[in-house]
């Protein structure tokens, strides 16, 4: 069995599903260009009305950081409980604050 | 890090480390994601398994695909219609997870189309009537939703959400199926005969769908620990029993188990045993339609070549843009 030699690139489809929320990744497929890919993304993960927007990006396009990195990457973000409400006491009886 | 100290050394501490670390986080019901570090063995099966979910999803679509142009009024056509194209993405939804995991989807279809990786045997029995469709539908569908809900707690992220977006479809399924069966039974006596029929093929087959008895399942265990599987075959294949009687009883259709009886101490049917020989024979061998469901898989991605071809070509030729790898 030979393999393709022509394979389709991957995209990355991003669903809005209603008016108000945010594009949301849902999966990928493969398409021959970007108009391809909106309608197989359509047929394939809106076939009942779970969008009302659709992107799609070439896979290779996005930069991601990488899990092995995950600790030292997000660290800054570790030591810093000043930036959370929790850490400054409210005196009882203060309220809305 | 000191220089005499044995390089082999060195790596297998620390891959005892993050193995430690891997089944640490399954324990913590942590999901594993793609560019985690997984052992070999965790990658290895959940490929094997996805991909023999995603073969089985395109090749469940032929039993039934055989029925569309027959199918006896428009409402079950269109019904059909869309259940198959369910399928089909259901097999995408799929191969993407598997594809996660560092192999391509040419190459799992690959590997279907040369044999080396299976599909589940429940397709290689023809469906001979109509009722047939109905009674894939109930019960094959139905035994396929007790085992993906309960996946869709399974470790591997990708497939954990490929399940989830699978279940919230497959209950059209089985209820279009059951509708089917409902329209026989109140039907003419031949329709009747032809449900009863129908039932009477299809209820073994659709227990074996769950695989041979936890002690004989060869990678059960390993799966269970590493929460891949989160309940077993035997767990599994009672729940579908349980929930599938009374189904039956509603339709006034006899289940061909005369060993099946409710257990009221154990809460459960107790049931006949089954034919392992047939299974192992349909696991092991192509089947009653095995060779032709293959044939038929492989014509259709020959056949597609050209138009895969085509518009890639229009693709280069129209966005001016170099080809995309």
Known sequence: MQTEPSQWPLWEVFVRSKQGLAHQHIGSLYAADAPMALENARDLYTRRQEGVSIWVVPSGDITASSPEDQGPFFEPAHDKVYRHPTFYPVPDGVENL | ?325
């Open chain 2, 1 to 325: 890090m000191v220089d005499h100290e044995l390089p082999n050394t060195q790596s297998e501490v620390e891959s005892e480390e993050l193995n430690l670390q891997f089944q640490d986080k399954i324990g913590k019901e942590v999901k594993i994601e793609p560019k985690d570090w997984m052992p070999d063995g965790y990658r290895k099966t959940l490929i094997r398994q996805i991909a023999q979910h995603a073969h089985s999803e395109i090749i469940g679509m032929q039993p039934e695909g055989n029925w569309i142009t027959r199918a006896p009024t428009l409402e079950r056509k269109i019904g059909l219609l869309a259940k198959v194209q369910d399928e089909c993405g259901h097999g995408l939804y799929l191969y993407s997870a598997a594809e996660t995991l560092g192999i391509t989807r040419d190459e799992l279809l690959g590997r279907l189309h040369e044999g080396q990786m299976k599909y589940s045997n429940i397709f290689n029995y023809p469906t001979l009537t109509w009722a047939d469709i109905g009674a894939i539908g109930w019960l094959v569908d139905g035994a396929a939703i007790v085992n993906q809900i309960s996946l869709c707690r399974t470790s591997y992220g990708p497939y954990a959400r490929a399940m989830v977006r699978i279940c919230k479809e497959e209950s059209f399924h089985q209820r279009q199926g059951y509708a089917m069966m409902i329209a026989l039974t109140q039907g003419t006596t031949n329709q009747k005969t032809m449900a009863q029929d129908a039932l009477n093929r299809w209820w073994w087959p659709s227990l074996m769908m769950f695989g041979p008895h936890d002690s004989e399942s060869s990678h059960s265990s390993q799966s269970m620990a590493w929460k891949v599987k989160r309940q077993s075959n035997d767990e599994l294949r009672q729940r579908f029993i349980d929930i599938t009687v009374p189904q039956a009883d509603h339709l006034k259709l006899t289940i061909p188990d005369p060993k099946l009886k409710w257990n009221k101490a154990r809460g459960h049917y107790d049931f006949g045993s089954i034919d392992w020989d047939e299974f192992w024979a349909a696991v092991n061998g192509p089947g009653p339609c095995g060779e032709k469901r293959m044939k038929t898989r492989i014509n259709a991605h020959e056949n597609g070549r050209w138009v895969r071809e085509a518009a890639r070509a229009y693709a280069c030729k129209h966005s001016g843009r170099r080809p995309a790898a």
